[in-house]
């Protein structure tokens, strides 16, 4: 097996992996199989609104954490 070279961007791996073969740097008899979770399709705007509530908490327009958190699950529980 080649040793895996270090790419730093996603750009250098794109790159990499289109031209090069994966069976030269990856021994894929030894690989496992794994599955991935589907997610629900609201999980990635539930990360953002903690991460807006999260902001609003820093910047003050919040008594508490409890209080941001509670309005953002609220949207969900509806």
């Known amino acids: ?7 730093k961007t ?3 791996i794109a790159a990499f992996w289109g031209e090069h073969d994966s069976t ?7 690989a496992k199989r ?10 990635k705007s539930l990360v953002c609104e ?3 509530a ?11 954490i409890y209080d941001a958190f509670d309005r ?3 949207k969900y529980e509806e």
């Open 1 to 7: 097996m080649k040793k895996m070279p270090e790419l």
């Open 10 to 12: 996603k750009e250098e």
């Open 24 to 30: 030269k740097y990856v021994d894929w008899d030894k």
């Open 34 to 43: 794994i599955h991935f979770i589907k997610q629900p399709k609201n999980v």
């Open 50 to 52: 903690i991460s807006e």
């Open 54 to 64: 999260k902001r609003q908490i820093e910047a003050g327009e919040y008594i508490s």
């Open 72 to 74: 953002v699950i609220a």
